[in-house]
């Protein structure tokens, strides 16, 4: 069974970090890409950006570029996304999912999901 699994999610005060990870299985991740997306309260879903099988990024939120970095380790059929600077706004549920390339922002509504971990930015 092909799944996703995210984890690394927690209560942060503004200004910390956190990493978050997705880990595949039932599945050989080198030959996907990853794609990074978030869902805040009350809000629609947010695309962040996408990490190419061969490692490249595609960033969809010219917004978090710079504060967001993903990045993959394909020994370990799993990519990360790195969390910095984070902000109150920053909180949400995010997600990670696995597509052949790194699809347009619409194009990932078919693509295998993971399950989601919430980050909540709080002092």
């Known amino acids: 069974q092909r799944q996703l699994v995210e984890s690394g999610g927690d209560l942060v005060q503004p200004g910390g970090s956190l990493r978050l990870s997705c880990v595949a299985s039932g599945f050989d991740l080198d030959y996907y890409s990853i794609g990074w997306f978030r869902q805040g309260p009350g809000k629609a879903r947010e695309a962040i950006l996408c990490?190419?099988?061969?490692?490249?990024?595609?960033n969809y939120a010219d917004s978090l570029k710079g504060r967001f970095t993903g990045s993959r380790d394909n020994v370990l059929n799993t990519g990360y996304l790195q969390l910095d600077s984070l902000k109150p706004e920053d909180t949400a549920i995010y997600f990670c999912?696995?597509?052949?390339?790194?699809?347009?922002?619409?194009?990932?509504?078919?693509?295998?999901w993971g399950q989601g971990t919430p980050v909540t930015v709080s002092s």
């Open positions: 990490v190419h099988s061969t490692g490249l990024i595609k």
């Open positions: 999912a696995a597509e052949k390339v790194c699809a347009p922002v619409g194009g990932w509504n078919l693509s295998l």
